[in-house]
């Protein structure tokens, strides 16, 4: 890493006083940094180097899975006895060089959208729905603005797909966080599937913001200035496992997620790498009380490209999908399907922290709507950490 005097500020631009980014990150290349390319949790270690831990190959034994074969292709087979679905369950054994520019480029973006009809009920406690607000695209190279905002890669029946995640810090760990927070329907099917495959982050993705033909031409470290992280555990709440779809609305209060990682190379952690990392905001505060919110991520689904990074900041309202679920927050914002698990951020005490990320938008692509942070998120991102945060 860099000294600190070469560090830069992140500093979003374009936003309301009330919202600035404040941290610090690595320069890219840097030491460590890498120039390639109730809540339900589980463990896999996949080891740098495609090698894996006497531990996850007993346990891939265990699921009735051969590495070799897995390794191989045999991930793509999604019948139902193959696709695990239970919370202990994931594994995601390292696959070298499957995570290549191309395919990255080549990832829908996953999405939720709620009918019209959905939208505009007044099912529970909703405010009216908000102005859109149109997405601004964040200032290259990201690495310098928003160094801790990547995309969360991942295989699925319908092909590879792609979400947004956010470093977030690891209290039992400090300065050495490994923990990306995102949604939980970026990481398993919920009620109608299992865990997802696959799954890699890639923070601030296309730094420079380059467009696809450029990126033809670009370098690994232009591509992925932090390099590639592999999920070795996943966690997400065991109602987005039990009732969760990927349509409509069903389980999106519940709809976070936590992966823990490792680099495709190296050996530092990811928070170390890239230099910067957002604490999280389990306060869940009343819209009353939240002031202004920030949702970034990389849309990818049309107009959308999904090669750049974008953020909306508006005042978020109520929105409620039951009178027996818990209200969310809801922003306009134009960000589409690629966005997903894109972190919400707002600053308490002088400091950004994460309080939210993104779950469900408008099938007129006018607002997104998110869960808000309480005690079930924390508890499950205190396990994550406390139980799964070391080496």
């Not at 991930?75 to 390292?94: C, G, H, I, S, T």
């Not at 707002?346 to 997104?368: M, P």
Request: proline share 7%.
């Amino acid at each position: 890493m860099r000294s600190p005097l070469r560090r830069r500020v992140l500093a979003a631009t374009g936003l309301l006083a009330a919202l600035t980014l404040t941290a610090t990150a690595c320069e890219p290349g840097g030491d460590g940094a890498s120039s390639g390319p109730g809540a339900g949790s589980s463990r896999s270690d996949g080891r740098t180097g495609g090698g894996l831990a006497d531990d996850l190959a007993d346990r891939l034994r265990q699921l009735g899975i051969d590495v070799d074969d897995w390794k191989d292709g045999g991930w793509r087979d999604w019948d139902k006895d193959q696709w695990l679905d239970e919370a202990d369950d994931f594994v995601n054994p390292v696959i070298e060089d499957l995570w290549q520019p191309e395919r990255m480029r080549s990832a829908q973006g996953a999405g939720r959208t709620v009918p019209p009809r959905d939208a505009s009920a007044d099912r529970g406690i909703s405010d009216p729905p908000p102005a859109p607000v149109g997405a601004t695209p964040e200032r290259t190279p990201y690495h310098a603005n928003a160094a801790f905002v990547g995309k969360v890669f991942f295989d699925s029946p319908e092909g590879a797909l792609v979400c947004s995640g956010t470093v977030v810090k690891d209290v039992y760990h400090p300065g050495q966080s490994n923990l990306v927070w995102t949604a939980g329907h970026c990481v398993h099917a919920g009620r109608s599937g299992g865990w997802y495959r696959n799954i890699a982050f890639v923070p601030a993705y296309n730094d420079l913001g380059m467009s696809a033909a450029q990126l033809a031409g670009a370098t690994p470290r232009e591509i992925a200035p932090y390099g590639l992280w592999w999920a070795d555990r996943a966690a997400t709440s065991d109602e987005w496992i039990a009732g969760g779809s990927q349509t409509g609305g069903a389980g999106a209060p519940y709809d976070y997620a936590v992966l823990q990682v490792r680099p495709e190379s190296g050996g530092r952690s990811l928070e170390e790498t890239v230099g910067a990392a957002l604490d999280v905001d389990f306060s869940a505060p009343a819209v009353s009380e939240a002031g202004s919110m920030g949702a970034w991520g990389y849309p990818a689904s049309p107009p959308y490209d999904g090669l750049r990074m974008f953020r909306c900041v508006d005042r978020p309202g109520r929105f409620s999908l039951g009178p027996d679920l818990p209200t969310m927050y809801r922003i306009g914002c134009t960000m589409t399907g690629g966005a997903s698990g894109g972190g919400w951020f707002r600053v308490v005490g002088g400091a950004t922290r994460l309080v939210s990320n993104t779950s469900i938008g408008s099938a007129d692509g006018t607002w997104l709507a998110g869960p808000r942070l309480g005690r079930e998120a924390k508890q499950l991102y205190a396990m994550m950490g406390a139980q799964y945060g070391g080496r």
